[in-house]
């Protein structure tokens, strides 16, 4: 079963390269479900259910979410009863929406999403690891296929999650700091993983907002406002190949495009 899954998407530059790229992606690689991280889908901050429908409508299966999920204020309208969006699992009980879907496709094959958010450098959750812990307890007695986004700062705590859940899930993908690590591997026990997808948005920003209001606060530490730059796009996405009998990861590749050049070969 081949899983696509797009970086963090920011403001309207990612949400053009996704409408562009995506056809033909899935006439090259034909995944069974395509997920997207949609955090930063409007405006750079949050998501409205405009975009997560505009998402869906293009083939997304599932969108997960991370520390931005209540930026816009539209999601408390409808993110309980959008059974593909999927928030950090590690909120607290009671916290709107659900840290973990189970994804059906048209041939009626199953994917679990899982996203966790961590800690280092970001608002202290409860403890991701022990979080995800409990949910396997109960997700690996009926599922195979579990395919992990966790949304996180620090490389060194993506990386001890990858071992953590190595032989536990299929794959660990990691989203938050939109720029691409190339350490893409399947590790030893089969679950495929990499510390950052990367994101998909404007190429000339910073992190995908534009960058003239960033060297502003970095310059002066004075509070500047910003906002996501809509100007030439980026993509970055994964593919991951999960075998039918173990559920682990068989080959796990990373996909990079810029939309000054062409397409597809």
Same mark, same amino acid.
């Given at each position: 079963?081949?899983?696509?899954?797009?970086?963090?998407i920011?403001?309207?530059?990612?949400r053009?390269?996704?409408?562009?790229?995506?056809?033909?992606?899935?006439?090259k690689y034909?995944?069974?479900?395509?997920?997207?991280?949609?955090?930063?889908?409007?405006?750079?901050?949050?998501?409205?259910?405009?975009?997560?429908?505009?998402?869906? !409508?293009?083939?997304?299966?599932?969108i997960?979410?991370?520390?931005?999920?209540?930026?816009?204020?539209?999601?408390?309208n409808?993110?309980?009863?959008?059974?593909?969006?999927i928030? /950090?699992?590690?909120? /607290?009980?009671?916290? /709107?929406?659900k840290?973990?879907?189970?994804?059906?496709?048209?041939?009626?094959?199953?994917?679990?999403?899982?996203?966790?958010?961590g800690?280092?450098f970001?608002p /202290?959750? !409860?403890?991701?690891?022990?979080?995800?812990?409990?949910?396997?307890?109960?997700l690996?007695?009926?599922?195979?296929?579990?395919?992990v986004?966790?949304?996180?700062?620090?490389?060194?705590?993506?990386?001890?999650?990858?071992?953590?859940l190595?032989?536990?899930?299929s794959a660990?993908v990691?989203?938050?700091?939109?720029?691409?690590?190339?350490d893409?591997?399947?590790?030893?026990?089969?679950?495929?993983?990499?510390?950052?997808?990367?994101?998909t948005?404007?190429?000339d920003?910073?992190?995908?907002?534009?960058r003239?209001?960033?060297?502003?606060?970095?310059?002066?530490?004075?509070?500047?406002?910003?906002?996501?730059?809509e100007?030439?796009?980026?993509?970055?996405?994964?593919?991951? !190949?999960?075998?039918?009998?173990?559920?682990?990861t068989k080959?796990i590749?990373?996909?990079?495009?810029?939309e000054?050049?062409?397409?597809?070969?």
């Amino acid at each position: 079963m081949r899983i696509l899954f797009i970086g963090d998407i920011v403001g309207g530059s990612g949400r053009r390269a996704v409408k562009t790229l995506l056809p033909e992606l899935k006439r090259k690689y034909d995944p069974a479900f395509i997920v997207a991280n949609g955090e930063n889908s409007a405006g750079g901050r949050g998501i409205t259910a405009q975009i997560a429908k505009e998402l869906y !409508d293009q083939g997304v299966h599932g969108i997960t979410m991370g520390n931005h999920t209540w930026d816009n204020k539209d999601i408390f309208n409808f993110i309980d009863e959008d059974e593909r969006m999927i928030r /950090p699992a590690n909120y /607290p009980p009671g916290t /709107p929406g659900k840290g973990v879907a189970v994804l059906r496709n048209a041939s009626g094959k199953e994917l679990v999403i899982v996203n966790t958010m961590g800690r280092t450098f970001l608002p /202290p959750l !409860d403890c991701p690891f022990q979080t995800i812990d409990g949910i396997l307890d109960k997700l690996k007695k009926k599922h195979k296929f579990i395919f992990v986004d966790f949304h996180a700062e620090a490389t060194s705590e993506k990386i001890a999650m990858g071992w953590h859940l190595d032989g536990k899930v299929s794959a660990v993908v990691g989203t938050h700091t939109h720029v691409q690590t190339h350490d893409e591997r399947v590790l030893p026990k089969g679950t495929g993983y990499v510390t950052d997808v990367g994101m998909t948005g404007a190429r000339d920003g910073v992190l995908g907002m534009e960058r003239d209001a960033v060297l502003q606060k970095f310059k002066t530490q004075l509070p500047v406002r910003f906002t996501a730059d809509e100007g030439k796009w980026m993509f970055h996405a994964v593919v991951v !190949d999960l075998d039918n009998d173990t559920g682990f990861t068989k080959k796990i590749e990373l996909i990079r495009r810029f939309e000054t050049e062409a397409v597809f070969e």
